[in-house]
């Protein structure tokens, strides 16, 4: 027998041990009422992520509006009127 | 009817008879729907009969994460008040206890992170009973193999937990705690390899008394 078998022997053992008996209602109801253990949201967290986008987002919407009303194509710049001239 | 139409209607029937099974399994218990209804009402009656109904099975699997008596109480609260603030999440796909179980898995687990935190391993120095393997008593079984367990990382000890005591199998455990099977096949091996020497190292056989 090695160490492993001797450690599932006493398990098979153990599973028939009874546990103590507990009678948690009365505490865990009172621990409910007084809200411990209830999950809390840090807003402060969130909210500093949330203003920070909101940054971002006007941002991007500023330069994407002002993109989208510039009255020609900007790459146009990039073709000067070299063609206009040779003729 | 010729034999492959047979076959297939056997098969068919099997299936059947097989999703029918699931479904019966999964089906919750009509006290515990009416139960689970009124506790989410803010019915704390409803609630402490759920508790009392399922305190039993909570407990026992609470004891594999501590022996420390106050500890395991507190730890058997700490479940149900999860259960209560997470009632809401149940679907009822699955009977009540699994679910319960396995909340119970993770706030134990969620336990055992903590006190490694701080460095506690149950002391291998009661294990003093020289019996033969199918006579030693449950209790110091127990204790034994608590004790030779601590000296595991927690997600190598749950998995053997698991295995041990609640012969759940790799998909369960996977699904149950969120890993991937071949984490939870990782673990498995590590943890025996690593239980096979704390066994060597701290003599377990000659404690027992079971050499030669």
Not at chain 1, 11 to 38: F, H, N, S, Y
Request: glycine share 6%; hydrophobic share 50%; aromatic share 8%.
């Amino acid at each position: 027998m090695d160490g492993l078998e001797a450690m599932e022997n006493l398990v098979r053992r153990a599973r028939l041990e009874q546990p103590p008996a507990t009678d948690v209602a009365a505490a865990a109801i009172g621990r409910i009422r007084a809200g411990a253990g209830r999950p809390t949201v840090r807003i402060l967290p969130l909210s500093l992520l949330a203003a920070a986008a909101a940054v971002a987002a006007v941002v991007v919407l500023a330069l994407a509006v002002q993109a989208w009303t510039a009255p020609a194509d900007p790459q146009t710049a990039l073709f000067p009127t070299v063609e206009v001239a040779a003729l | 009817m010729p034999a492959a139409q047979r076959r297939f209607l056997g098969k068919a029937i099997q299936l059947a008879a097989g999703v029918l099974a699931m479904y019966n399994a999964s089906t919750v218990d009509e006290t515990d729907r009416q139960d689970i209804a009124a506790s989410l009402g803010g019915d704390e009656a409803a609630f402490a009969r759920l508790i009392r109904r399922y305190e039993p099975a909570v407990a026992a699997l609470a004891w594999r994460f501590t022996r420390d008596g106050a500890a395991h109480e507190e730890l058997v609260q700490d479940v149900f008040v999860e259960v209560y603030f997470s009632l809401d999440g149940y679907r009822g796909d699955a009977p009540l206890e699994h679910w319960l179980r396995r909340i119970a898995t993770r706030v134990g687990y969620r336990f055992w992170k903590r006190r490694s935190r701080e460095a506690r391993q149950a002391p291998l120095a009661d294990l003093d009973p020289p019996a033969a393997p199918g006579e030693t008593d449950p209790a110091a079984a127990g204790a034994a193999v608590h004790a030779l367990l601590s000296h595991l990382a927690p997600p190598e000890r749950l998995v053997l937990t698991l295995m041990y005591f609640d012969d759940c199998s790799v998909n369960e455990i996977a699904k149950s705690m969120g890993w991937t099977r071949a984490m939870v096949k990782m673990r498995a091996y590590r943890a025996r390899r690593r239980l096979k020497a704390i066994a060597q190292r701290e003599h377990l056989l000659e404690r027992l008394g079971w050499t030669g």
